[in-house]
């Protein structure tokens, strides 16, 4: 691998870290273009923080490289650290202090003058709508205003690279939309966001580029509609009006249209995924030759919609399992030695 790739702020190959013997990240290949937000996402377990914690050189790797911008990060260690932040999971400013002081002390241990550190202070508390709050202790704030504070003290000098370890964990959705109208502010600024996150909207409303990680390997990589297009024309959504029929249509849909048929939650609910079948329909024409196989079958529509694939979808396509899913022992052995 090329040492100073241009146009790349991140770029791994064979990525490797073991806690005893749980492969947490396994041979992870990764080229994140510079100036970009660009999405890993996977479930709890993954190996997602632990790569983070790889390029910001916290956790040495055990095998394969990486670089941040040109620089190793393990040769290069000082280098790297220069041109990155990282906000992880959990709030890491003080909360005995205000908001205020918590950015006037990180201020002055990046090396701002007084009068300096707290101007900064003062614009990103303005900027992440926390000016009224400044003058409170952060123990007294919202999930979501400990975020923005969080965010805000990452800032303070504005750096090439922003880790983002799954930003929004445990937020109301108000609070979840303001983080992300900082992620796209910053990214406006010039910054390149890495973002990790297990909420799939989130990926799709942020990251220009996404890689799904599962178990330790990257399994698929590409934009978001390279990743939708990947594993079918469409999904065919359904509402029945009888809740009795569902197991009949859904038997019918798999005979008529060689897809996967997944029950919702909804008593009433389908989608089936359109993929390429053996002929060469369009995804509107294999919608309605299901639609009259359950006319056929007495079995009554109530509601109907042809969509393309939600990133919920592809993630299903390609593991199995939605992000959600509980972990085995080792996957949760991986998260506590991260």
Same mark, same amino acid.
């Given at each position: 691998?090329? &040492? ?6 991140? $770029? ?43 390029? *910001? ?31 992880? %999971? ?15 002390? =990180? ?9 300096? *550190? ?31 504070? #969080? ?14 370890? $799954? ?10 939309? &303001? ?13 390149? +966001?890495?973002?990790?996150? &297990? ?14 990680? #599962? ?29 009795? &029929? ?11 249209? #060689? ?9 009433? *609910? ?10 060469? #329909?369009?995804?509107? $024409?294999?919608?309605?030759?299901? =639609?009259?196989?359950? *006319? ?11 969509? %393309?694939?939600?990133?919920? $979808? +592809? ?24």
């Amino acid at each position: 691998m090329s &040492q100073h790739t241009s146009g790349l702020a991140i $770029e791994t190959a064979g990525l490797v870290k073991t806690f005893g013997e749980t492969r947490a990240v396994d041979g992870v290949d990764l080229s994140v273009p510079a100036g970009t937000v660009y999405g890993v996402l996977g479930p709890n377990g993954a190996g997602k923080t632990t790569t983070v914690k790889m390029l *910001a050189t916290l956790l040495r790797p055990d095998g394969g490289e990486a670089h941040v911008f040109g620089h190793d990060v393990v040769r290069e260690a000082d280098q790297v650290r220069s041109l990155v932040s990282l906000t992880g %999971q959990y709030a890491s400013v003080d909360e005995d202090l205000t908001g205020t002081e918590n950015l006037v002390l =990180l201020g002055r241990l990046l090396g701002h003058g007084k009068h300096a *550190a707290r101007e900064r202070a003062g614009q990103l508390l303005e900027a992440f709508g926390l000016a009224e709050a400044a003058g409170k202790q952060v123990k007294n704030y919202s999930g979501g205003m400990r975020r923005r504070i #969080d965010i805000a003290a990452s800032i303070l000098n504005t750096p090439d690279l922003l880790f983002l370890d $799954e930003p929004t964990t445990g937020l109301d959705p108000r609070s979840r939309n &303001q983080v992300w109208d900082i992620v796209r502010a910053v990214v406006a600024q010039g910054t390149t +966001v890495l973002l990790t996150t &297990q909420y799939l909207d989130e990926a799709d409303q942020l990251a220009s580029r996404i890689a799904v990680i #599962d178990r330790g390997k990257v399994i698929a990589e590409g934009t978001k509609g390279e990743l939708k297009a990947s594993v079918g024309a469409g999904s065919v959504h359904l509402r029945l009006r009888d809740p009795a &029929q569902r197991s009949l249509a859904a038997d019918l849909l798999v005979r008529a249209l #060689d897809a996967h048929v997944q029950p919702e939650p909804d008593p009433v *609910a389908l989608t089936a995924r359109l993929g390429t079948a053996a002929s060469d #329909d369009t995804a509107a $024409e294999q919608a309605a030759r299901a =639609l009259n196989e359950l *006319a056929r079958a007495g079995i009554t529509v109530d509601n109907f919609s042809l969509g %393309q694939p939600s990133l919920d $979808e +592809v993630f299903l396509a390609l593991t199995g399992h939605d992000t959600h899913d509980s972990r085995d022992a080792d996957d949760k052995k991986d998260e506590v030695a991260a």
